[in-house]
């Protein structure tokens, strides 16, 4: 827990060699979330040049040891997403209480929250918004003496008990071998039974499978008790951005049109059939995440999917099923009813509505919690009853039945356990705002297979889980969204539907997938963003009377991002002139957390347009940080060099970003992907370049000709069994989206249809040593000629994605929780103890001394 003071010395020392005209040393080091992460970046933006991606693992390298050397003696600078006993007892030096103001955690201590002011803040305002504190809940991996049905209470081992008498006023007192639980902690936590603790091991639980998912078409706002500052309104993208269905009346009868620049006061009904009932179960909420177990793929990847996705693109975008996203007047007030939570059913079923509150006794139907004996008792230990109501006051609601913890899961309680994993991120500058639209609309599809190809991260809080990746962890962790925000529908007694609370459905947590595409461009069909996207009325009504060079695609953008209310506003940032500065749109930019950000110039104007890339893993170990960089800083130059489009329906992405945290998911998910990349116009970006541009996409329908032509042969055959296809697609044949499911070896290396991210990757690096570099622009926009040394350098570290597509080198969770499965203190119960957790930092450790191949033969799959 030393990051502050490891801090303050390198700003010294950096300001010391500034005043003295010295040499900087090459490292931005800024505060993260906990007192023991430091995010670190080179000092200076790395140029186009290739040879400074061949650099990449010294420059890593550079920058941990000069870390290394602030360090205290006997501390070590590792790249891991978590500590594997974060939050089990006393696991901070020195030790500290868990609990206090801000996060009121029963097992993080605040003072593990780094001093900057921003983020105990953050903590704070996240709970105190939510109004309860933030519910975690990840499925256990299930081993052989793992137990089974039991919520996981805070993890227990006798040494606590010792450590407590040798540190009064540390930690919570208890008996030596009792839990290490509070009278309510307990009551948080619900009554377990103390014959089912082991001590010296927590309990272990595993998961059902995934939980329902949101409608296909939801969600409405009401303007009553919102103030006209936080007023909101629902869109469906897909249809604020498509073409009036008749300009004389509205989409349905009776519904008369509203001029698009009356964004005031607005309702987005929800006229879903109650006969029909039509819901898509893509759903893109922390509940999501929470039921995940991983999508296996089997032999049958192909029609038995496909008709299953193919089935609810239908009913998504049926119009019987459409009409919830007309915008309306709100001509009425929200009545009083019954919420049914349909995030929080448990496999895939819709519940039926109940007609007042719900009792959960044996005769409610609302869900499938069973009563307690036939006594009328709520049962608060049913995991089916999660969700259905929030208030924790029996007094307010009979329907005590929402616990924070969930049956075989591990629970956590705090911002610090998402906040406090690290992630590998990376910002590219582009030319300009509409190159930087197109390639933040491209990578989002390429988000799920990179996540479950970076996947490091197989524990949490002491126990091995059912999945690979932080990224739900996080979700979790800040998801500020009221009660009502966090609810998908409520039913009437007439079969309509209207959001309870006056408040506004957000599907997702602030820290969650990119919400929309933005390009201008004609491949982006407005039916590619089929999801809910919740917006700003008087954001959206500013930007689109006021700014003329915003257009309606980002207008929607920004204007969703301002759903979201400020968490963290400094007292000398409050009055500033917003023509001059963008305090204020940084301060809700900087709190939307997503996959993918477009980021705007500051107002300084000192950089340009840029994306930036949040999805993936650290990685245990230099070299491999810097191919997963490499490689993605290499696809956006291919993007515009080559024309390329992986435009796929926003809801396929969305649900396969779940599918991507599962156990083992970079060898057995499969993955809706497009198969033809190539535009048939290049990107008209810069005319400087124009020939290189030419002559480089020549070179890719020479390479690639045979898995084009075989594309088109296998789309002419088989283009309605194979393919993910929308009936309502308003594309021209030349930009239809070819989806199909694809593995991640497939994705990453290719197939006979598919010329693969890698193979396209390396026909760039073949072409930075050809002719065609030599071109005007391509050494500005592209990185020019490259000597040949470096580019087998930057193929070398390449392979090491290759090999984990390919299944012949695992992952980097794969093989850390391999270390736990076969450590000799390890029980088959799924607990990490201390000794197994001190051989991982010590395995990762030396791991980062490995040169390339010795690292590869490590990660070779026996």
């Known amino acids: 827990m030393c990051a502050p003071e490891v801090l303050a010395a390198i700003e010294a020392e950096q300001d010391r060699r500034e005043e003295a005209g010295e040499e900087l040393m090459p490292i931005h080091a800024v505060p993260e979330y906990g007192r023991h992460m430091i995010e670190a970046t080179p000092l200076l933006p790395y140029k186009a040049g290739l040879c400074y991606l061949a650099h990449l693992p010294e420059d890593m390298r550079r920058r941990r040891e000069l870390i290394q050397s602030y360090l205290p003696e006997g501390c070590k600078l590792l790249t891991v997403t978590s500590y594997p006993l974060m939050g089990v007892g006393h696991f901070t030096h020195p030790p500290m209480a868990p609990g206090g103001p801000h996060s009121q955690s029963v097992f993080l201590p605040d003072g593990m929250i780094s001093p900057h002011p921003r983020f105990a803040t953050l903590t704070r305002h996240i709970r105190k918004r939510r109004g309860t504190k933030v519910r975690i809940n990840v499925p256990v991996f299930e081993d052989s003496h793992t137990p089974k049905d039991i919520v996981t209470p805070p993890q227990i081992v006798s040494e606590l008990a010792h450590e407590a008498e040798q540190h009064p006023g540390v930690g919570v007192p208890v008996a030596k071998g009792s839990p290490l639980l509070t009278a309510n902690q307990q009551k948080e936590l619900g009554a377990v039974s103390a014959s089912a603790l082991r001590i010296g091991h927590s309990v272990s639980v595993s998961r059902t499978q995934s939980r329902a998912g949101s409608p296909s078409r939801r969600g409405v706002s009401s303007s009553e008790g919102v103030s006209p500052d936080a007023m909101v309104a629902g869109i469906y993208a897909a249809d604020l951005l498509s073409p009036p269905a008749s300009p004389s009346r509205g989409r349905f009868k009776g519904d008369e049109p509203i001029p698009q620049q009356d964004l005031g006061a607005l309702e987005l009904r929800d006229f879903t059939s109650a006969r029909n009932n039509s819901y898509l179960p893509l759903a893109t909420s922390p509940s999501r995440f929470r039921g995940l177990q991983g999508c296996v793929a089997t032999e049958d990847t192909g029609k038995g999917r496909i008709d299953r996705l193919n089935d609810l693109i239908q009913e998504s975008t049926d119009d019987t099923c459409m009409t919830d996203a007309y915008i309306r007047s709100v001509t009425s007030s929200t009545p009083s009813c019954a919420r049914v939570d349909l995030l929080d059913c448990i496999g895939g079923a819709v519940p039926s509505p109940c007609a007042g509150p719900c009792s959960h006794t044996t005769a409610c139907n609302c869900c499938d919690c069973p009563s307690q004996s036939g006594t009328g008792v709520p049962d608060t230990h049913h995991p089916s009853c999660l969700g259905h109501c929030d208030s924790t006051n029996p007094t307010e609601n009979p329907c005590l039945c929402e616990r924070a913890s969930l049956p075989r899961c591990v629970y956590m309680d705090a911002m610090g356990f998402g906040m406090g994993l690290s992630g590998l991120q990376c910002t590219f500058q582009t030319p300009n705002m509409h190159l930087a ?63 309870c609370d006056s408040a506004l459905y957000i599907p997702q947590s602030r820290y969650g997938v990119a919400d929309a595409y933005i390009a201008a461009h004609p491949a982006h069909c407005a039916t590619l963003n089929d999801i809910f996207i919740p917006v700003s009325g008087q954001a959206m009504e500013s930007l689109l ?96 060099l080559f024309g390329l489009c992986f435009y796929t329906p926003l809801s396929l992405v969305h649900e396969s970003i779940i599918h991507a945290h599962g156990h083992d998911a970079c060898n057995t998910m499969c993955t809706p992907f497009r198969e033809n990349l190539l535009l048939p116009h290049a990107l008209p970006f810069n005319t400087e370049c124009s020939e290189a541009v030419e002559g480089a996409r020549q070179r890719y329908r020479e390479v690639f000709a045979s898995q084009m032509a075989a594309s088109d042969e ?70 020019g000629v490259c000597n040949q040394e470096s580019v087998g350098t930057i193929r070398a570290y390449l392979g090491i994605l290759a090999g984990r597509a390919q299944g012949k080198l695992v992952t980097g969770a794969a093989y850390l929780r391999d270390y736990v499965l076969s450590h000799p203190d390890y029980k088959q119960d799924s607990v990490i103890s201390q000794a197994i957790s001190d051989g991982l930092m010590d395995e990762v450790q030396r791991l980062n001394t490995l040169g390339l191949q010795d690292l590869c033969q490590e990660y070779t799959r026996h």
Request: some cysteine; proline content about 7%.
């Open 545 to 640: 009377k006021g700014t003329p060079e915003v257009d309606l695609r980002l207008a929607v953008h920004i204007s969703h991002l301002f759903v979201r209310d400020p968490l963290v506003v400094f007292d000398n940032a409050v009055d500033i002139d917003d023509e001059t500065r963008t305090d204020h749109f940084e301060n809700i930019q900087s709190s939307n957390w997503q996959t993918v950000r477009f980021k705007p110039p500051p107002s300084d104007a000192s950089t340009g347009w840029r994306v930036e890339f949040r999805v993936m893993d650290v990685l245990p170990t230099d070299v491999e940080n810097a191919a997963y960089l490499a490689f993605i800083s290499l696809l956006t130059r291919c993007i515009a």
């Open 714 to 783: 296998r789309w002419a055959r088989e283009s309605e069994t194979t393919y993910i296809h929308n009936p309502k697609q308003c594309l021209s044949s030349e930009y239809c989206p070819r989806v199909r499911p694809m593995t991640v070896q497939e994705i990453f290396c290719g197939s006979s249809t598919f010329p693969g991210l890698l193979p396209v990757v390396d026909l760039f690096l073949d072409i930075c040593g050809s002719p065609l570099a030599a071109l005007p622009g391509f050494s500005t926009f592209f990185g």
């Open 437 to 499: 639209r197109y390639v933040y609309d491209q990578l989002q599809p390429v988000c799920p297979p990179c996540l479950a190809l970076s996947a490091a991260t197989p524990w949490a809080r002491g126990m091995l889980t059912g999945w690979d990746a932080r990224y739900g962890i996080i979700s979790d962790s800040v998801d500020d969204r009221k009660a009502g925000e966090r609810s998908v529908q409520t039913v009437r007694g007439d079969g309509d539907s209207a959001l």
